[in-house]
């Protein structure tokens, strides 16, 4: 049945309706059928077969539908990630903060003395720590903006190295009528 068929037309609500603001005011059922939308291209259909099986006048309809449910997704993703990079920033100012201080020893509540000089000794140990911290803050700011170069992973089979075994034995002369690994 084509859409114009009488017996294959869907119910239709009106349309969204204008907020007042120049934005539509989406309900709940056109944001389902767009998801819909989403999904069912997300499982390999055409956009035409999409809007087949939704009831869009055409192509054009389905893959509206999909790209305002994909929007929906990544915009509070990227909402997100603007608040967890706050966060990160947050916490390296506090751990710069502590890089950046001098740091005496202190031992048993008093602090420790350098005994030629009298002066306070300096504890290095706080340093350090906020210096790892600095470090790992960069790292999953890294991770979370995804800069770090994907790792490669060389995958060898047994075969190969079989192949390669018996390849440099006969280089070697080893004329051994038996292969490797058998």
């Known amino acids: 049945m084509t859409r114009s068929d009488p017996g294959n037309r869907r119910e239709r609500k009106p349309p969204a309706r204008n907020s007042g603001t120049g934005r539509w005011v989406k309900d709940i059922e056109s944001a389902e059928r767009d998801a819909e939308a989403a999904r069912l291209r997300a499982t390999g259909l055409s956009y035409s077969d999409v809007a ?24 509070p993703a990227r909402e997100l990630r603007a608040i967890e ?24 509540g008093r602090v420790v003395l350098h005994p030629e000089t009298g002066e306070p000794l300096r504890d290095y140990g706080p340093v350090l720590a906020a ?4 470090v790992r803050i960069g790292e999953r700011r890294c991770k979370l903006l995804g800069l770090d170069a994907p790792t490669k992973i060389e995958a ?16 070697l002369g080893m004329n051994d009528p038996k292969p490797v690994g058998i």
């Open 156 to 171: 060898i089979t047994v075969d190969q190295i079989e192949h390669a075994i018996n390849q440099l034995a006969a280089e």
């Open 52 to 75: 087949r099986q939704l009831g869009f006048a055409d192509e054009s309809g389905a893959f509206r539908a999909a790209t305002r449910a994909m929007r929906a997704i990544a915009e």
């Open 85 to 108: 990079l706050a966060r990160l920033d947050f916490a390296l100012q506090a751990a710069w903060k502590v890089m950046t201080m001098v740091h005496v020893a202190v031992s048993n």
């Open 131 to 134: 210096i790892d911290r600095v």
